[in-house]
């Protein structure tokens, strides 16, 4: 998915597909009541939202080649089944300037989640939740405290999450089983932050 252009700013792209069929009347005649001929509608096309999303995975040895990067594609599995399309994934070493240039990069005029990975332990390269908070325009606190609670080593990820423009940031860790665990506990939360941010009125 590496490279992929970002496909526009629009984090909720609507699409449509032949849906479920709406609007349809009870059945009468033979397999209804009244005797009448049956009436039916065409199915009608069903409007459906596809949200964005953007994977930064972080790490020295995955960005140098040493090691095969693990966590990005699990990342993006679990989005792609909750109804995300990763429109970009990218790896780049630890480090203040490294991470920093890319969220600001990823975030620029996207509406979307950008989700990092990696660099949010306690290692004295983990420094992916400071570069986040330097580039982050409002927190979100409670998704990150969400995602801490996810699991019984959740309390040792240091991960941020906030807002860059109209995209939504969210450290998770380097594994893959941390990175779905706390990323699980905060995706349904997800479209509904990014219509705020779009913009709409979901409620």
């Known amino acids: ?15 449509t ?11 009468s005649g033979p397999d209804g009541p009244g005797g009448n001929p049956v009436t039916r509608r065409a199915p009608a096309t069903v409007r459906a939202v596809v949200y964005l999303a953007k994977v930064l995975t972080v790490s020295d040895r995955t ?12 990342v993006e599995e679990l ?10 994934r990218r790896v780049v070493p630890d480090g203040m300037e ?19 990975t990696g660099g949010t332990g306690f290692a ?11 580039v982050l325009d409002r927190e979100a606190p409670g998704l990150a405290e969400a995602m801490r609670a996810a699991g019984p080593l959740g ?11 109209t995209a939504l ?9 941390g990175a779905v665990e706390c990323l699980g506990a905060v995706l349904p939360l997800l479209p509904h932050a990014l219509d705020l941010l779009a913009g709409h009125r979901p409620h």
């Not at 597909?17 to 059945?27: D, F, L, N, Y």
């Not at 940031?169 to 089983?177: D, R």
């Open 124 to 134: 004295p390269s983990d420094v992916t939740p400071e570069a986040t908070a330097a």
């Open 17 to 27: 597909g032949w849906g479920a069929r709406v609007g349809r009347r009870p059945r």
């Open 79 to 88: 989005l792609g089944r909750h109804g995300f399309e990763v429109v970009d």
């Open 169 to 177: 940031v969210v450290n998770v860790p380097g594994s893959p089983t």
């Open 98 to 116: 490294p991470v920093g240039r890319a969220l600001r990069d990823l975030a620029a005029g996207f509406t979307g989640v950008v989700v990092t």
């Open 1 to 15: 998915m590496a490279g992929r252009p970002a496909g526009g700013s629009n984090g909720g792209r609507r699409v």
């Open 63 to 74: 960005a140098a080649g040493e090691r095969p990067d693990a966590s990005g594609p699990a």
């Open 155 to 165: 309390p040792l990820s240091r991960g941020r999450a906030g807002t860059v423009g």
